[in-house]
Nanobody, 126 residues
Framework: VQLQASGGGLVQPGGSLRLSCAAS????????RGWFRQAPGKDREFVAS????????YYANSVKGRFTISRDNAKNTVYLQMSSLKPEDTAVYYC????????????????????WGQGTQVTVSS
């Protein structure tokens, strides 16, 4: 499956952005989807994940209460609504897809995903 992330940009602290991740390619099977981010000089870190039905959501502590992940299976698209953005949210954001799992240790780490998008830059700065 191919993933295309979009929606990044430059925003002031306290602002909002919505990222989108559209999937195409092979048949869109039940899967879980995630967002990760990577700042310069740092490892890629988990941000949020969502299962096929949208009933199981996980968030990194650093974004809990500010970011919301959602999905529209009819459009094969997952979204990340980001609010109250901080300079420390600056990073390249990657969307990912993996086989359906309900194991937190799997879907909150990179090893739980086998397809990755190209990344979209988010810069939070005044």
């Amino acid at each position: 499956v191919q993933l295309q992330a979009s929606g990044g940009g430059l925003v002031q602290p306290g602002g909002s952005l919505r990222l989108s991740c559209a999937a195409s390619g092979r048949a869109f099977n039940r899967d879980h989807r995630g967002w990760f981010r990577q700042a310069p000089g740092k490892d890629r870190e988990f941000v949020a994940s969502i299962n096929w039905t949208g009933s199981l959501l996980y968030y990194a502590n650093s974004v809990k209460g500010r970011f919301t992940i959602s999905r529209d299976n009819a459009k094969n698209t997952v979204y990340l609504q980001m609010s109250s953005l901080k300079p420390e949210d600056t990073a390249v954001y990657y969307c990912a897809a993996g086989p359906e799992s309900y194991t937190m240790a799997v879907i909150t780490t990179v090893r739980g995903y086998d397809s990755w998008g190209q990344g979209t830059q988010v810069t939070v700065s005044s």
